[in-house]
């Protein structure tokens, strides 16, 4: 079973477009297990206090972990981008839309799901 752990970027990317999780589906032909990290949670919460739009799509994605009981996998690393790439391996899928992440993630031979065109998700 594969692991997709999902980025603050894309969680957030997932609300503001109205994509749901059942598009993994579309994408996936095997089964798996949707995950975050606590180093997710943290941004997510850091970014709850602020002002703005990100601020209220932070805060629903906060109340989508619970809701949809996304497991959170503990981390040491407090930056999410330093965990992801500590614990990817074959057996996980990274969703994320930061370029920079995908590239270091492609080198290391893992998989990434992306949203393309805001709309849909690719995996790569």
Do not use: C, W
């Given at each position: ?9 894309f969680l957030i990317d997932l609300l503001r477009f109205r994509i ?29 206090k602020m002002r703005g739009s990100a601020s209220n799509f932070a ?66």
């Open positions: 079973m594969k692991k997709i752990l999902l980025d603050t970027n749901g999780t059942d598009e993994f589906l579309r994408i996936l032909q095997e089964p798996y297990a949707i995950f975050t990290l606590s180093a997710t949670a943290d941004e997510l919460k850091k970014m709850a805060k629903i994605a906060l109340e989508m972990i619970k809701s949809e009981k996304i497991k959170t996998i503990k981390v040491r690393e407090r930056g999410a981008d330093k965990a992801f790439l500590n614990i990817a391996n074959k057996n996980t899928i990274i969703a994320t839309n930061d370029m920079g992440l995908r590239k270091k993630l492609k080198s290391l031979g893992v998989k990434t799901i992306y949203l393309r065109a805001r709309k849909h998700l690719e995996i790569g």
